[in-house]
């Protein structure tokens, strides 16, 4: 097949093909029929997409490369912020945003051991994990009910001298009361950490100015795994506007190192053989100078170049999830006597990731779960519901250490117990909507 072509033509050839496999194979549209499996998520893609993962492998760079650069520019340019560090996984994202605080390098805002974190018992784990294995305090409030997300009343009750910072997600795409929370923050002097994994594209207007959640407070996070909002498969990105933090967050990224050589670059600065660093002998080679207890967390470049792909089509994802939770809500208003229906966060534009729905008294979540998922509709709990209750937190409930609550955490309860959540993604047809309405209203009825 390659005969008498160059490189430069044959790679041509292999993406041309690419892309007509992918159109034949991949992008095979199926008509929806009741009763057919409708997932809470899935990847939307095209040829696009195979064509950039396919002209990546050929390279065999395998680590971070030039779509790994192009990706973190596209990112900052769309969010509107000036760093952005791509990392492998939303989790691995989260694990930095909260590192980067306890950073020497902070002086006296440094985070500590001890030292105490506010966030929510209902969410997921990995906005709390890097805060327990560090030794931190992790403050536990309540939420609201149908936003889901902190209840921003008993703020001002958790403050203490201990604290550092609040680490909240936005839940489902449904942005947290940004004003009050960044305005507590602002007033005591405490870092802001927006896990905005499962809210990319979600605004919020603050001081008059509409602007991205992630881009609000000092850190911001995503996910890009393949439920999400945009996919790599995995991957996920931490985005500050503070250089200093960036510097932090890229250090800890890469084993903790102190050099900002890019890969397969030495002596980027020109200084690699001329610096005293801690007790190091003068002219200690820089790239292997660790300024922190680092990871090795980057993202492969093969990664990044479906981002590239999916980052250019986002836009138009984000207001098919508003059009198919519009047309959701719409189609239960019937049953909104019975069902607890989600409402945005005041002064909010929710890239949605999903419809949350509370059962009122009477209605077993059980019954209209098993409902939904023999008739075809996939469901799923707002994650850990309340992260207390856990196995995780066995060892810690006994001994009552570890972690505080500040008040009663009636609604995260009430979550766990109650509360379910079906999908929007912009892969939905309004066919599988207009069906998902019916199936409910029909468990309910």
Not at 20 to 49: L, M, Q, T, W
Not at 74 to 83: E, I, R
Not at 423 to 445: L, Q, R, S
């Amino acid at each position: 097949m390659f005969e008498n072509m160059t490189e430069l033509q044959a790679r041509e050839k292999i993406l041309l093909l690419t892309a007509e496999y992918c159109d034949k194979y991949h992008n095979v549209k199926k008509e929806f029929h009741e009763g057919d499996r409708i997932p809470y998520a899935s990847r939307v893609y095209d040829s696009e997409e195979m064509v950039n993962l396919i002209d990546s492998s050929l390279e065999f760079w395998l680590t971070a490369g030039r779509y790994t650069d192009q990706f973190e520019n596209m990112f900052s340019n769309y969010l509107g912020v000036k760093h952005c560090c791509l990392v492998n996984s939303g989790s691995s994202a989260n694990l930095l945003a909260f590192m980067a605080l306890t950073s020497p390098l902070l002086g006296v805002r440094s985070i500590k051991p001890g030292d105490e974190v506010i966030t929510v018992a209902a969410g997921f784990p990995t906005t709390v994990s890097p805060i327990i294995q560090y030794g931190a305090i992790p403050v536990f409030l309540d939420v609201t009910i149908p936003q889901y997300n902190i209840d921003v009343t008993v703020l001002e009750q958790a403050y203490s001298n201990k604290t550092k910072a609040v680490m909240l997600a936005h839940t489902l795409g449904n942005p947290f009361d940004l004003t009050v929370v960044k305005d507590f923050c602002d007033k005591h002097g405490i870092w802001l950490i927006e896990d905005n994994c499962d809210a990319l594209g979600s605004k919020y207007t603050i001081d008059d100015e509409e602007k991205f959640t992630g881009t609000i407070g000092d850190i911001g996070t995503s996910s890009f795994y393949p439920p999400h909002h945009m996919t790599m498969g995995e991957g996920g990105a931490v985005y500050t506007n503070n250089s200093l933090l960036n510097k932090i967050i890229c250090s800890l990224r890469d084993w903790g190192r102190d050099c900002v050589c890019p890969s397969g670059h030495d002596n980027f600065c020109g200084h690699r053989f001329d610096g005293q660093y801690g007790e190091l002998p003068l002219g200690y080679d820089h790239k292997y100078v660790y300024s922190h207890f680092g990871y090795n967390l980057k993202a492969t470049d093969m990664q990044a170049a479906i981002g590239c792909a999916q980052l250019v089509k986002f836009p138009g994802f984000v207001q098919r999830r508003m059009h198919n939770f519009d047309r959701l809500s719409y189609n239960l208003q019937s049953v909104s006597d019975k069902l607890i229906l989600p409402e945005p966060c005041k002064g909010s534009k929710p890239s949605w990731f999903g419809f949350l729905i509370t059962c009122e008294d009477g209605i077993d979540r059980k019954k209209v779960v098993a409902h939904l998922e023999n008739n075809g509709v996939q469901t799923r709990n707002l994650f850990a519901g309340n992260i207390i209750m856990h196995p995780c937190f066995d060892e810690m409930r006994k001994s009552d250490n570890g972690y505080r609550i500040v008040g009663e955490l009636t609604n995260t309860n009430l979550i766990m117990n109650d509360t379910f959540w079906i999908g929007v993604y912009p892969g939905m047809t309004d066919e599988m909507i207009d069906y998902m309405a019916k199936t409910i209203i029909n468990a309910i009825k």
